[in-house]
């Protein structure tokens, strides 16, 4: 840890893989607020970049006002409706969403790579990676010839709304289990 943060470009190079990281642990810490295990971020996440990555391709004409939004909402209904697929398998058929969305990264994983490796590759270098998205799709980048862009900031600020509201609705909840223990009468010595 102390050799990855010695110096500044490792450092840069740390927020930039953290992003997608304080994104994904978002999604899955309001998964289980709400009582679901959520195991299959990463296949979500993968499908929300593919679906993104493919609006992204096609933004060319767009300024970055529409495009960056445009993309935004379209990764995150990809990655709504990859866990959608166990949360009805987990409603109608009674199955284990720990499993299912284990095992939906692996597929999501398959997907990716088969695009990557078909349709998607790089006609010109044919290194298996998508067509450039679209400059105006392009967040900007906080440090000049560095990789750190205006998601990371924007990965935080999500983190600490979504940790804000979490505690307000913890204590509230809190607030409201003592005033239902406190109707429970004489017999009712804990809240929990």
């Known amino acids: 840890m102390v050799e990855t943060l ?3 470009v ?11 990281l304080l994104l994904t642990g978002v999604a899955v810490a309001l998964a289980f607020y709400a009582g679901f295990w959520n195991i299959g971020a990463e296949g979500q996440f993968l499908i929300g970049a593919t679906v ?13 006002w529409a495009a960056l939004p445009l993309m935004a909402l379209s990764g995150f209904i990809g990655g709504m409706a990859w866990a959608l697929v166990p949360t009805l398998m987990k409603i109608h058929l009674h199955t284990d969403e720990v499993v299912t969305t284990l095992l939906l990264n692996t597929v999501a994983l398959l997907l990716v790579s088969a695009l990557l490796n078909g349709p998607w590759r790089d006609p010109i270098s044919q290194w298996p990676q998508s067509l450039e998205i679209a400059s105006s799709a392009i967040l900007p980048r906080l440090v000049p010839r560095t990789r750190l862009h205006l ?3 924007g ?15 913890g204590l509230w909840a809190a607030a ?12 009712c010595r804990h809240t929990r």
């Open 6 to 8: 010695s110096n500044w």
């Open 10 to 20: 490792s450092t840069i190079e740390v927020l930039v893989k953290a992003t997608p």
């Open 52 to 64: 993104a990555t493919a609006i992204g391709m096609h933004m060319h004409a767009a300024p970055p």
């Open 151 to 153: 998601g990371f900031p």
């Open 155 to 169: 990965a935080l600020a999500i983190v600490i709304g979504v940790g804000r509201a979490a505690l307000a609705d």
């Open 176 to 187: 409201a289990r003592r005033g239902v223990a406190a109707q429970g009468g004489p017999f």
